[in-house]
T-cell receptor, first 111, second 113 residues
Framework: GENVEQHPSTLSVQEGDSAVIKCTYS??????FPWYKQELGKRPQLIID?????GEKKDQRIAVTLNKTAKHFSLHITETQPEDSAVYFC??????????FGAGTTVTVRA | DAGVIQSPRHEVTEMGQEVTLRCKPI?????LFWYRQTMMRGLELLIY????????DSGMPEDRFSAKMPNASFSTLKIQPSEPRDSAVYFC???????????FGDGTRLSIL
């Protein structure tokens, strides 16, 4: 199958705390895993991605980890700020060009 | 870099009318994707072009939907005739090549009355 499951569907955190979103995928051939942030009424914006030859990648307050054996990957946001509030989508590559997207996680950062 | 440019941003029309959505990919990008986003079904790939050639249109819902890419800098998605269930946000995305980061346009919010 091509399903990507994403959890949780909603996440509320206190400003300054960390947020973690987890995704699992089913296609063992998937080798590219991007994460998108979508603010209300805006476009999905690529925030970080990882390929299967890497286990972890970090960009300032955002990090992604990948466990190929378990077929899951996670997004970690540290020191959350109100502007981090958005819907976050994970995705996994299917074949040479397709992306299978998770259902999204609505993150709310409480001030 | 202007990013992926879509027009119109909003479209409201009556069912039965023809709708044409437009997309200009990022210059130099060889791959172009049309997506539809709804609350119920999330982000769905409708069609994928590589070097202006449609590679995969398996996501196009039915024959009422068609897409073209006459050149490297322009693509259209057409719905004729439109139906209320076509109401959604339609995104165009482009990438330098297949399986490279996809960059989305601002989308067209389509409402069919």
């Amino acid at each position: 199958g091509e399903n990507v499951e994403q959890h949780p569907s909603t996440l509320s955190v206190q400003e300054g705390d960390s947020a973690v979103i987890k995704c699992t995928y089913s296609d063992s051939a998937s080798n590219y895993f991007p994460w998108y942030k979508q603010e209300l009424g805006k476009r999905p914006q690529l925030i970080i991605d990882i390929r299967s030859n890497v286990g972890e990648k970090k960009d300032q307050r955002i990090a992604v980890t990948l466990n190929k054996t378990a077929k899951h990957f996670s997004l970690h946001i540290t020191e959350t700020q109100p502007e981090d509030s958005a819907v976050y989508f994970c995705a996994a590559s299917i074949g040479d060009y397709k992306l299978s997207f998770g259902a999204g996680t609505t993150v709310t950062v409480r001030a | 870099d202007a990013g992926v440019i879509q027009s119109p941003r909003h479209e409201v029309t009556e069912m039965g009318q023809e709708v044409t959505l437009r997309c200009k990919p990022i210059s130099g990008h060889n791959s172009l994707f049309w997506y539809r986003q709804t609350m119920m079904r999330g982000l769905e790939l409708l069609i994928y072009f590589n070097n202006n050639v449609p590679i995969d249109d398996s996501g196009m819902p039915e024959d009422r939907f068609s897409a073209k890419m006459p050149n490297a800098s322009f693509s259209t998605l057409k719905i004729q005739p439109s139906e209320p269930r076509d109401s959604a946000v339609y995104f165009c995305a482009s990438s330098t090549d297949s399986n490279q980061p996809q960059h989305f346009g601002d989308g067209t919010r389509l409402s069919i009355l």
